[in-house]
């Protein structure tokens, strides 16, 4: 009797290469099945450590902060972990910024610091587990700060000296005496018996030098600068202006005036030339996450913000700023400018009385005022939109201001 073939390869047959190829897959799924999966590595125990350039200070001068992560077991440096260098306070510990380890496992930040307890914390990640430095205490101290105590306290973060200034008289009984180094200037500062001396760094000291230095308009310094501020950025306040600066910018911009307002204005005015490098998606916009919306507002709180300033409250949008003004400060609009005045126009012919663009005053002259805006026109390309830009404005255009209380 004839057999008949049966199942679904009934009246065909696989060629041979066919069936060889089918055995190697089935061969090799079988393989795969009957293989461990591969043990995951996880992050190594780490410890960090943490050190400040000096734990006794003038109030208002630097701090450096200096650490190192390593693998807790073998010594070896960890690079790439995430660290967070943290103040205590009243409602606990506020985190002051993140740093990630470089191939060394060190890091680094340096602050105006405040007095009071220190730390550092590893941020669990594939890179290291999580792990808390021992505290350090910062504490003020009121004795005077000569130069030459500074100098030595800095140690080689100054450079070495390039030349120095005889000691001058300045408005309001101060004296002043200056060293510049090759990385910095220190300027010791006596006022009323008491004695400091302050630091300028890197292109703020570019800047101050050419200002004239303590002999010009800006006078002597009132502190060290505060930096680790939004991009990176740097201010120092001294008797006469403001001086600002980021990494991102080749040289600082000086603000002539008194007060804090200078601090913003300098941060507004190193802006100056910036352009949206698509319309209606500069930098402002997405900071305060506003893309295709004007962004004058935008900008003139992003101004305040870069230097931890909250005198302009942060609203994406002019209509929401108005509308916040003159709910909560409605007495602070005002009809005549002075430098730091928020200055608002109606631009719009609709004939409704409101405002449609908004600048922040740096200067008030006889008949006009210089102002830095956002979403503005280049004054020399009119036809070309979407930047920041310093203006001169007839005052006869401003609807009205409104004085932040900086």
Request: hydrophobic share 35%.
């Amino acid at each position: 009797m004839k057999n008949t073939p049966q199942g679904p390869t009934a009246g065909r047959s696989l060629p041979v290469a066919a069936r060889a190829a089918f055995v190697a897959l089935v061969a090799l799924a079988l393989a795969f099945a009957g293989a461990s999966a591969p043990a995951y590595a996880a992050p190594p125990k780490v410890e960090v450590t943490l050190s400040v350039s000096s734990t006794e200070l003038a109030k208002g001068e630097m701090v450096w902060m200096r650490g190192k992560v390593t693998n807790a077991t073998t010594g070896e440096p960890v690079a790439g972990a995430k660290v967070r260098i943290e103040r205590r306070t009243k409602n606990g510990w506020k985190r002051l910024k993140t740093r990630t380890t470089k191939s060394n496992g060190k890091f680094g930040y340096e602050l105006r610091a405040s007095k009071g307890k220190y730390r550092v914390r590893v941020v669990a990640t594939s890179k290291a587990r999580k792990a808390t430095s021992a505290k350090e205490r910062v504490k003020f101290s009121v004795k005077d700060r000569k130069l030459a105590e500074r100098s030595r306290e800095l140690g080689k973060r100054t450079g070495k000296v390039r030349d120095r200034g005889e000691t001058v008289r300045l408005a309001g009984g101060t004296r002043a005496k200056w060293r510049n180094y090759s990385k910095l200037m220190l300027v010791e500062v006596t006022k009323n018996d008491k004695r400091r001396t302050w630091l300028v760094p890197g292109d703020i000291r570019d800047a101050y030098r050419k200002a004239g230095g303590p002999e010009g308009r800006l006078g002597a310094p009132l502190s060290d600068p505060r930096c680790g501020l939004r991009a990176d950025g740097c201010v120092q306040r001294f008797q006469g202006g403001s001086i600002y600066d980021t990494r991102n910018t080749s040289r600082a911009t000086v603000v002539y005036g008194k007060g804090r307002r200078t601090e913003v204005l300098a941060a507004a005015l190193s802006q100056d030339g910036y352009q949206e490098p698509v319309y209606r998606a500069s930098k402002f916009n997405k900071w305060i996450n506003s893309v295709g919306r004007p962004w004058c507002s935008a900008f003139v709180s992003w101004a305040a913000a870069a230097v931890d300033s909250k005198a302009i409250p942060k609203h994406a949008r002019l209509f929401q700023l108005y509308a916040d003004l003159r709910a909560n400060a409605p007495e602070r609009f005002r009809s005549k400018p002075k430098q730091g005045a928020l200055a608002m126009y109606d631009y719009n012919n609709d004939g409704i009385t409101k405002p449609t663009h908004i600048g922040l005053v740096l200067e008030v002259r006889k008949n006009t005022i210089v102002t830095v805006e956002g979403n503005t026109a280049n004054p020399r390309r009119p036809r070309v939109g979407g930047g920041v830009h310093k203006k001169v404005r007839p005052q006869s255009e401003v609807l009205f201001y409104w004085y932040p209380r900086y």
